[in-house]
């Protein structure tokens, strides 16, 4: 079956980096994009950003911008997330997700996350 | 940025209700509207594509409808297993994504 196996939960010290993988595995993982998505405790969803399997592009949340880094390994079907400069506010589980596209003719391009992984926990405590 | 907002914040309902959440973008997104659902503890789990495409495997009570800025999801005859956080996300603007706050649904 379709999943993504995320990796363990990290604490993490104020200004450290944190790299957090998802492996894909039960469908070709050139063929879609992985989102990541952050959640602080008792919060809601916020998107970090995307990056296309097949070619490695990627658009990250313009708050973001300098911060993150998505890479994706396909011999091992496994897209990273790294999060450099860490701040308290940064204290979220992070989720990855495959990002499906569907192409209507001549309306246009839909895309959806519809497989997530379970979740890592990072904390960030001095 | 496409900023998406919902309502209510929260709900309180009985089994059998007929639930419906809103959802409102800051601009047109045309049929660009995801639905999911959270359960406390859980990753989210997508219910609507599209606006109002029912996600395979999600049960035929939730529906969602809408374009351009307005959009609802409607739960027809709300179970125990529906009482969650069900949140609203923008994909109008390619790969840069939008989620609404959220709305939490409990049991009245």
């Known amino acids: 079956q379709v999943q993504l196996v995320q990796s363990g939960a990290e604490v993490k010290k104020p200004g450290a980096s944190v790299k957090v993988s998802c492996k894909a595995s039960?469908?070709?993982?050139?063929?879609?994009?992985i989102s990541w998505v952050r959640q602080a405790p008792g919060q809601g969803l916020e998107w970090m950003g995307w990056i296309s399997a097949y070619n490695g592009n990627t658009n990250y949340a313009q708050k973001l911008q300098g911060r993150v880094t998505m890479t994706t390994d396909t011999s091992t079907s496994t897209a990273y997330m790294e999060l450099r400069s860490l701040r308290s506010d940064d204290t979220a589980v992070y989720y990855c997700?495959?990002?499906?596209?569907?192409?209507?003719?001549?309306?246009?391009?839909?895309?959806?996350?519809?497989?997530w992984g379970k979740g890592t926990t990072v904390t960030v405590s001095s | 940025d496409i900023q998406m907002t919902q309502s209510p914040s929260s709900l309180s309902a009985s089994v059998g209700d007929r639930v419906t959440i809103t959802c409102r973008a800051s601009q047109s997104i045309s049929s660009y509207l995801n639905w999911y659902q959270q359960k406390p503890g859980k990753a989210p789990k997508l219910l609507i594509y599209?606006?109002?495409s029912l996600q395979s495997g999600v049960p035929s009570r939730f529906s969602g409808s809408g374009s351009g800025t307005d959009f609802t999801l409607t739960i027809s005859s709300l179970q125990p297993e529906d009482f969650a956080t069900y949140y609203c996300?923008?994909?109008?603007?390619?790969?840069?994504?939008?989620f609404g706050p959220g709305t939490k649904v409990d049991i009245k």
């Open positions: 996300q923008q994909s109008y603007s390619t790969l840069l994504f939008t």
């Open positions: 997700a495959r990002d499906v596209l569907v192409v209507v003719a001549a309306i246009g391009d839909y895309y959806y996350m519809d497989v």
């Open positions: 599209a606006a109002s």
């Open positions: 039960g469908y070709t993982f050139t063929s879609y994009g």
